[in-house]
């Protein structure tokens, strides 16, 4: 069964008299197959109409225009045409309860009252106030790109001299709380350092709440430059004990940074590439294949078609190579057996979608990636730490490759970790699929907090 998106904006009339009781969030979760998915329709007054927002915490789906928003004689309608999605329901106290329907899906849904904030994601480990450690919101400049980033920075209250981290996100757009499924893994890494007497800062990935500069030509060198500006702002604000703790695409970005900036005196990587990062890529998408239930026999076409366009995106000299990825592909698709192949539109459809991704400035740069460059630069202390059950970065071929980097490097002051059960968020989990992240209530494993925050204190 498909999960859909919903992305349709415009408004619709309403009864003024009637607005007053249904404005605010409502939250619930459709049964679709055994699977919960949460949703959360915000409704706000807008001059006489009412307007409405959509969003699917397990989807990573926020603010989401829901395009007809009416509520009469003490029933809600909500309907988006395009997408072909209504939910209406009647309105009971604190509680509407309908049916939710989307195509051929009709699904019983109860939509209750939410606090502002509020998720109907259960996330135990996000940080609730009274915090007994002090927190300041700060924004800094990048003086290569002159892009402004925001972040904020939580320090100790009871101690004058503590070491500070800076944490980076992984891949894709992130706030500063690396919010994920409505997991805030660095909120939560935040605060059982401050506890403990380690200061972070946390930093809204570009084009993410404060920060700006987000282009299409940026690449992960530019993010490495963002970091590099973060860690002289805490050098500038007289902290001298600074390390970086990257997760994923931030696992890479810190040996970048560190290799040439003095002032990072220790890294922890989550997750970082330790090999080629086309190599990489490889061993992710045949993992994540393999625990969908692909055949050995589409792994090994798929693997085929992938080295193919990453040797054409490392070696590529000419002045179009988004059509020469097109070909690439177009011409895989047509190899499938015929009860698989898709129609002519189609083929050309998808080889467009996907050699325009592949050709974007960041996903060339990084393919071109070799980790070693970075890693075997370095002798300040490193920890590094994957999980067994991580799809994303398979744990065995990268911490190999980051140990064999650093003994190149003669660093005498690292640790390798390979933490069974953790998966890619390092969460304890038991397939390790990106569809887990969600549907998994702890946000990272209480033995990870412990490891890094222990090492970090012993420097």
């Not at 015929?338 to 996907?354: C, F, L, M, R, S």
């Not at 370095?378 to 059950?389: E, F, Q, R, S």
């Amino acid at each position: 069964m498909k999960t859909y998106f919903f992305i349709i904006v415009s408004l619709f009339s309403f009864s003024f008299i009637y607005s007053q009781e249904i404005i605010g969030s409502w939250g619930g979760e459709l049964d679709i197959q055994g699977n919960k998915l949460p949703l959360i329709f915000n409704i706000k007054q807008k001059g006489n109409q009412l307007v409405s927002t959509m969003d699917s915490p397990m989807q990573g789906a926020k603010d989401i225009a829901i395009s007809q928003t009416t509520f009469e004689k003490n029933e809600l309608t909500l309907v988006s045409t395009t997408m072909q999605l209504q939910f209406k329901g009647s309105l009971n106290v604190d509680k509407i309860e309908g049916t939710f329907t989307q195509g051929p899906m009709s699904l019983p849904l109860i939509l209750t009252r939410k606090k502002d904030g509020e998720s109907v994601l259960k996330r135990p480990q996000t940080p609730q106030p009274p915090f007994n450690y002090k927190i300041e919101e700060v924004t800094f400049i990048n003086p290569i790109d002159k892009n402004t980033l925001a972040g904020t920075l939580t320090t100790p209250s009871n101690k004058k001299e503590f070491p500070v981290v800076v944490l980076i996100t992984g891949s894709g757009q992130q706030n500063r709380n690396s919010e994920i499924f409505g997991h805030q893994s660095f909120w939560v890494i935040a605060d059982d350092f401050a506890k403990k007497g380690i200061g972070v800062l946390r930093v809204d990935d570009r084009g993410i709440g404060g920060s700006d500069g987000l282009t299409m030509s940026v690449t992960t060198k530019n993010f490495a430059d963002d970091t590099n500006a973060a860690v002289d702002f805490l050098a500038q604000k007289g902290f001298s004990k600074i390390g970086l703790i990257g997760h994923s695409e931030g696992g890479i970005i810190a040996p970048m940074v560190a290799s040439q900036n003095p002032k990072v005196k220790f890294i922890i990587t989550m997750a970082g590439p330790g090999i080629p990062t086309d190599e990489l890529l490889i061993l992710q998408t045949n993992a994540i294949a393999k625990a969908s239930g692909a055949s050995d026999d589409a792994i090994k076409s798929g693997e085929e078609t992938n080295r193919k366009l990453y040797a054409l995106v490392k070696n590529h000299t000419g002045n179009d190579l988004q059509g020469e990825l097109k070909k690439v592909l177009i011409a895989s698709m047509q190899k499938l057996p015929e009860e698989q192949q898709p129609d002519a539109k189609e083929i050309a459809t998808v080889a467009e979608q996907e050699s325009k991704k592949i050709s974007i400035p960041w996903y060339t740069y990084f393919l071109k990636i070799n980790p070693d460059v970075y890693w075997s630069k370095l002798k300040i202390p490193v920890l590094a730490m994957n999980g067994t059950k991580d799809l994303q970065v398979i744990s065995k071929e990268n911490l190999a490759g980051i140990k064999a980097s650093l003994e190149k490097a003669k660093n005498k002051q690292f640790e390798i970790i390979e933490l069974p059960n953790l998966n890619h968020l390092f969460q304890e989990a038991k397939t390790g699929t990106v569809e887990e992240y969600g549907q998994l209530e702890q946000t990272i494993a209480p033995v990870v907090l412990d490891k890094m925050s222990s090492w970090i204190l012993k420097r």
